[in-house]
């Protein structure tokens, strides 16, 4: 009798473990720039940086500190992974105050358990999320890149996606130092909304630009380093970087 439920037991986590490998059946995406090029224009995608600030069941709270690209009003949000048997990446592994890029998609219409609508998830099938340690990002960011400064990273990372994204503003040249440009596109409104902060997120400059024109930033006196230029308008928020040299 014991010899027959040792079987039946076995025999049940068999099916189990095959269940659950066919529920995620996908082709891999790639790297985390081959999402990125090919989630970034999609309706509800958010790709930011941000650091952990809890683990709750098979996801984790985070903190917003810059909004790659997409919109989102919160500071911190929160992002599901994978309870066990969906296409996701699973959030057990990341540690509270460690800072992350996530390329996250929003949930509409929720159904599992504690998930809600407006929360996130993390995708699955490629490579959705790395670990920036302030110095560098790493993880599989292309085939060949697993490690890139942090730099070099977002500046790839921002050509990448405005290669897409004819409707939002330019900046050059990149590194600059002594005048930075911003040109803004002409938009279905009068001005396009500027907020220049360090990387410690202290503001520096504050603007309204008017659409349909360049606008010309003295930054010749500015410390050298890493700078985020936070762009709104009345759809949509997004941020670029630019090294002052």
Not at 43 to 59: C, D, F, T, W, Y
Not at 176 to 202: H, Y
Request: charged residues 25%; contains cysteine; aromatic residues 8%.
């Amino acid at each position: 009798m014991t010899r027959l439920l040792l079987i039946l037991v076995l025999c049940g986590a068999l099916v189990s473990a095959t269940t659950k490998s066919s529920a995620c059946s996908c082709i891999d995406g790639g790297g985390f720039f081959s999402i990125a090029e090919k989630a970034a224009w999609q309706p509800g995608v958010l790709i930011v940086r941000a650091e952990v600030k809890s683990q709750e069941m098979h996801g984790i709270d985070v903190k917003i500190l810059d909004i790659i690209n997409g919109s989102e009003n919160r500071s911190t949000i929160r992002v599901w992974g994978d309870p066990g048997f969906m296409c996701r990446t699973y959030t057990t592994g990341f540690k509270t105050g460690e800072r992350l890029v996530l390329i996250l998609s929003r949930i509409k219409d929720a159904s599992y358990e504690v998930e809600e609508n407006g929360d996130y998830s993390l995708g699955g099938c490629g490579t959705y999320v790395l670990r920036d340690d302030g110095k560098s990002v790493i993880g599989r960011i292309t085939a060949t890149d697993k490690e890139m400064s942090s730099d070099k990273f977002y500046r790839e990372l921002d050509e990448l996606i405005n290669k897409y994204s004819p409707d939002k503003a330019r900046i050059f040249p990149v590194p600059t130092d002594n005048v930075l440009t911003i040109s803004v596109p002409d938009l279905n409104q009068p001005t396009l909304s500027m907020r220049i902060i360090t990387l410690s997120g202290q503001p520096l400059l504050t603007r309204q630009l008017e659409v349909g024109r360049q606008h010309p930033i003295d930054v010749s006196t500015w410390p050298v380093g890493m700078y985020i230029i936070l762009f709104r308008s009345e759809f949509q928020s997004y941020t670029r970087r630019f090294l002052k040299q």
